[in-house]
């Protein structure tokens, strides 16, 4: 059975860190991401990473404060997110996919990052 735990979320001042962690179990992915989505909006794309050779995309919004890792001993992924603004503020879900492209399969239940102004 996959499961994909997420943790790490809390509240934050803004210019403040939090580290997202998110354990998988059941097997191994080609591709693991962050999306994150507020109430109203449609659930957007953070950063990817590619479990073989380390590749990694971002979103726009994220590029240069946020970094996505894994640890593949661990079968975790992270999302280490510095520089916070208010507009961070979101539920951030970790998913999972079995080939390099194509739609996620697989999702985490999410946690809360709330960014303080």
């Known amino acids: 059975q996959v499961q994909l735990v997420e943790s790490g979320g809390g509240l934050v001042q803004t210019g403040g860190s939090l580290r997202l962690s998110c354990a998988a179990s059941?097997?191994?992915?080609?591709?693991m991401a962050w999306f994150r989505q507020t109430p109203g909006k449609e659930r957007e794309f953070v950063a990817h990473i590619k479990w073989s050779g380390g590749s990694t995309g971002y979103a726009d919004p994220v590029r240069g404060r946020f970094t996505i890792s894994r640890d593949n001993a661990k079968n975790t992924m992270y999302l280490q997110m510095n520089s916070l603004k208010p507009e961070d503020t979101a539920i951030y879900y970790c998913?999972?996919?079995?080939?390099?492209?194509?739609?996620?399969?697989?999702w985490g239940q999410g946690t809360q990052v709330t960014v303080s102004s």
């Open positions: 998913a999972a996919r079995n080939s390099p492209l194509g739609s996620y399969t697989y």
């Open positions: 059941g097997r191994t992915f080609s591709t």
